[in-house]
């Protein structure tokens, strides 16, 4: 990824947290003592903060570092949260599959490829919904601000 495309990732959280939080640039300013150039280039994407900002923004917000750098998708999940639970449903439809001499069963019916596809989508529903209760439910900064 480009210098470009992180500086325009965060530069959307950042702006997605501040209005989230009803906070303006003067607020950052006043509260966190940034320069206000600083403020407006990292909001705009032409700059992004040190490592020290970062965390302080994430304080702020009381949300993680990632929350501010990394692009998620709609249900707040990272490209590497995505691929742990790919990696994570794999091993479990192999663990499925493999786990017997006899094909997958149900109701003494051998499964169709029809029934496992939707065996695999509920089983990626229920990692997914997993992932993004224990982003909330372990997330350090919850109980900051």
Do not use: H
């Not at 997605?16 to 705009?44: P, R, V």
């Not at 982003?135 to 919850?142: H, I, L, R, S």
């Amino acid at each position: 990824m480009s210098d470009e495309d992180y500086r325009r990732i965060f530069a959307r959280n950042l702006n997605k947290y501040m209005e989230m939080c009803n906070k303006k640039q003067a607020d950052i300013i006043n509260d966190l003592g940034i320069n206000k150039s600083a403020i407006s280039t990292w909001i705009n994407g032409t700059r992004m903060p040190r490592m020290d900002k970062v965390q302080a923004l994430a304080d702020y917000f009381g949300v993680n570092k990632s929350d501010l750098l990394e692009e998620k998708d709609s249900n707040g999940l990272t490209a590497s949260d995505r691929k742990d639970i790919a990696k994570s449903l794999d091993e479990m439809m192999e663990q499925l599959e493999s786990g017997t001499d006899s094909p997958l069963m149900y109701n003494g019916q051998e499964l169709s490829e029809t029934s496992k596809a939707l065996l695999r989508n509920a089983l990626e529903y229920a990692l997914t919904e997993t992932k993004k209760e224990n982003k909330v439910k372990y997330n350090p900064n919850k109980n900051k601000g």
